[in-house]
């Protein structure tokens, strides 16, 4: 990877030399969003959760205030043929799409489908003088930002990508200033300790949550759980999101030229993979407050530009099923846990009628019951049954039967409140884009996904 460290630093003091006639208006500040997997109907479905039912009209939400078109998401290719276009995009793929400008395959990060290693836009923002930061929900390293700061023909080779943190430059500077998430396992670990790196570098660190005020200048590490921070669903501090975005923008402030910021809502996209509707709008909300404070920050301010999009839709959610004219979000509101919980307590064995009554809480019919308990006893079988010699496969195994029991349980709560699902995985229907501040009016209207780092580019006087 050395060698192409060394080849983007000549791209980016190129890019240097190039000013644009486009700079004189250009935001000095750009916030980046990203709702991981929030297609458009995460959003429509958003607007009837968060519905007051005391008034006759809907109201709206920040989505819908933001709103200025739409974009295409399909990818270059995939692993074993980086240009046999597909219509249905990973997460990394379309992450370089939207920092690179560029088309590549699945899974490929900030890499061409020949695996050259394209600028990124906070890399560049990095060499035009620009402060930069990331704040995710997800692990620091995962697809989406790590397609801002590393380059890895492979989006799980997550301790790769960990170097590259410390290791990609540019013009000898590190590439964020800010890094706000989790990840501690990969930044950690036996052969090498990039935490420790950084510190010595001159990095803040702090490693849980409630630290998270400590942090009083840049540059700033903060890892606050070993992998994801996991779903909000499940966690007694709320709207993480917000709280980091908050201090981010603060540790940020009003530097001379300006900063890049990206902001993801990385776990929307996980909950999109389990079926899981009311983890998902819980997701959307952790994102949505977010984006509220950010939209009265850039009200406050004239030099600054937000845009948000999905990179992907995950799951093929859609708003009413079984042929019923209704989505029952009043029941979804009360499922107290996430399937990830849902599925630990049953492959612990938890009796069925109990689980759902203390952690759903939802009413569940005798035909919906009848399938948990069978699905269950399935699960605890092949669990007893898989081969516990070689770690490898019983991990594979185990995935296996977790999916398996997710696609039951997530069948009988789609039923009970008509939602309705086609996919565990991504869809390539189009996503929304929603911008707000200076030079907004440039993402109206249809686009691809790399016509949005396309227009960012220009906003920072890339030619
Ligand atoms: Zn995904």
């Avoid at 890019?15 to 006639?21: D, E, M, Y």
């Avoid at 989406?144 to 890895?152: D, G, L, Q, R």
């Avoid at 086609?422 to 390539?428: A, E, L, P, Y």
Wanted: contains cysteine; neutral net charge.
């Amino acid at each position: 990877m050395k060698q192409i460290y060394k080849t983007l630093g000549a791209l980016a003091a190129l890019a240097l030399l190039t000013p644009s006639a486009f700079a004189a208006e250009a935001p000095k500040n750009i916030i980046m969003i990203i709702g991981d997997g929030m297609g458009p109907a995460y959003t429509s479905a958003y607007r009837y959760y968060m519905d007051n039912p005391a008034t006759s009209q809907v109201e709206s939400t920040v989505f819908d205030q933001l709103l200025v078109g739409m974009s295409s998401t399909y990818s270059s290719g995939t692993q074993e043929h980086h240009t046999k276009k597909t219509y249905v995009t990973d997460s990394a793929a379309s992450a370089t799409a939207l920092s690179t400008g560029v088309k590549t395959y699945n899974q490929a990060v900030a890499l061409d489908v020949n695996d050259k290693p394209l600028l990124t836009l906070m890399e560049y923002a990095k060499s035009i003088g620009k402060t930069t930061g990331l704040v995710v929900t997800s692990q620091i390293n995962h697809a989406t930002p790590a397609s801002f700061v590393a380059h890895n023909t492979y989006r799980y080779n997550y301790d790769d990508i960990a170097d590259s943190y410390f290791d990609n430059r540019v013009n000898g500077n590190f590439v964020a200033d800010l890094m706000f998430g989790g990840g501690q396992k990969y930044f950690i670990r036996d052969d090498r300790n990039i935490v420790k790196q950084f510190v010595k570098a001159g990095y803040q660190y702090f490693d849980s949550f409630d630290q998270l005020s400590k942090f009083d200048r840049l540059p700033a590490l903060g890892l606050f759980a070993s992998s994801g921070l996991g779903y909000t669903f499940d966690s007694p501090v709320k709207y993480r999101l917000l709280k980091m975005v908050k201090k981010a923008t603060k540790l940020l402030g009003n530097p001379d030229k300006g900063y890049f910021l990206l902001v993801e809502g990385s776990m929307i996209d996980w909950c999109g993979h389990d079926n899981d509707i009311a983890c998902a709008m819980h997701e959307v909300d952790g994102l949505a407050k977010t984006v509220e404070y950010l939209k009265d920050y850039v009200d406050k301010r004239d030099d600054t530009l937000l845009v948000m999009t999905a990179d992907h839709e995950t799951g093929g959610l859609s708003i009413g099923a079984q042929g019923v004219y209704q989505w029952k979000k009043d029941v979804i509101k009360q499922v107290k846990h996430s399937m990830t919980s849902i599925i630990s307590f049953l492959l612990e064995g938890q009796d069925p009628a109990k689980l759902w009554q203390e952690h759903i809480g939802i009413e569940i019919d005798d035909k919906g019951l009848a399938q948990i308990v069978a699905a269950q006893k399935t699960a605890i079988k092949a669990i007893d049954e898989s081969p516990k010699e070689d770690a490898e496969k019983l991990k594979a195994a185990r995935t296996n039967i977790r999916v398996k029991l997710i696609t039951q349980v997530s069948d009988v709560l789609a039923r009970l409140t008509l939602t309705g699902w086609t996919s565990i995985n991504h869809t390539g229907a189009d996503v929304q884009v929603f911008a707000h501040g200076q030079s907004k009016a440039l993402f109206n209207g249809h686009q691809d996904n790399t016509d949005i780092a396309k227009k960012l580019f220009k906003l920072m006087g890339r030619e």
